[in-house]
């Protein structure tokens, strides 16, 4: 009986020496395997996300807005609109991470040249949450993942707004040379219903829209909201020059100057880490009175 108590003992301390050698055999596996990752993201805010989430990023996008600084050596593959690709195909990635938002055609290049590509939704603050969960699964990063949506979602419940629902919000898209209308699909509009505010043009499929004088003059907002992209202050000048024109003059809301520039950092083309702080600042400007 002792002898075959001494032969348990022995056999249990080898399945735990065995077990604690498979975990550790695993986890260089995991890591040789993480290691071997050539990670490519072509916006900032995907390359935000996989900063976050811990995945190394080799290649980032060519802009003037300041990047995580683990990215500090990655090589620039171009404008987010329209990335470099054979500087991306160099780089022999394992997987691309790209904005859904650029359409069928950049993906189907993608294809054509055989990358790897992954596709996600940064449209709305829903769409951010589900790519930080899908992103953390594909590069085994669930726990960090489950960390930040958990972080958000704290945030999101210890919000203060209190819009009252009635205030008419026009939400406009600038750039060089160009005035867009920002609809509910946009992720600023996204934010702006969010936040208690009604976006006066809705559109369940576009994100954005032409200018419509007549409309907008008929629905007659309250508020203006600007996003600007690209170069910021040729943007903020090109809707300058578009307010100066007699029919928006007609607006209560640049007759009561309740016309708002948006900061860059939170307020993009995309979803991205700072949602719920761009919530905040903007529950201050529609309780403005």
């Not at 596996?29 to 995945?55: C, F, H, P, R």
């Not at 600038?174 to 920002?182: L, Y």
Request: net charge neutral; aromatic share 6%; charged share 30%.
């Amino acid at each position: 009986m002792k002898l075959n108590k001494k032969i348990l003992r022995i056999l249990g301390a080898m399945t735990m020496i065995f077990a604690v050698g498979c975990s550790k055999e695993n986890n260089e596996v995991d890591n040789i395997k993480n290691d071997k990752e050539v990670v490519v993201a072509t916006s900032v805010a995907v390359t935000e996300i996989l900063d976050k989430l811990g995945v190394k990023v080799s290649g980032v996008p060519t802009t003037s807005y300041e990047l995580p600084k683990s990215t500090k050596d990655a090589v620039k593959v171009g404008n987010p609109m329209n990335p470099d690709l054979e500087i991306i195909k160099s780089l022999n990635p394992t997987t691309v991470v790209s904005i859904d938002t650029l359409g069928s055609d950049f993906e189907k290049k993608f294809t054509e040249n055989n990358i790897p590509s992954e596709f996600v939704n940064l449209s709305n603050v829903d769409g951010l949450k589900e790519t930080i969960r899908t992103l953390g699964e594909k590069f085994n990063k669930k726990d960090k993942a489950t960390e930040i949506i958990n972080e958000l979602e704290t945030k999101e419940k210890n919000l203060k707004i209190t819009v009252s629902g009635d205030e008419k919000v026009l939400v406009l898209f600038g750039a060089p040379g160009s005035v867009m209308v920002a609809t509910t699909s946009s992720y600023v509009g996204n934010l702006v219903k969010i936040a208690g505010g009604n976006n006066i043009f809705e559109s369940k499929s576009s994100s954005f829209m032409q200018v419509n004088m007549e409309e907008i003059i008929k629905r007659n907002p309250n508020k203006i909201l600007i996003m600007t992209h690209a170069v910021p202050e040729e943007a903020k000048k090109t809707v300058e020059e578009e307010f100066a024109k007699k029919t928006w003059q007609q607006l209560d809301a640049i007759k009561k100057n309740e016309v708002y520039y948006l900061e860059n950092g939170y307020f993009g083309m995309s979803a991205n880490l700072k949602a719920i702080e761009a919530l905040d600042k903007l529950g201050e400007i529609l309780n403005e009175k």
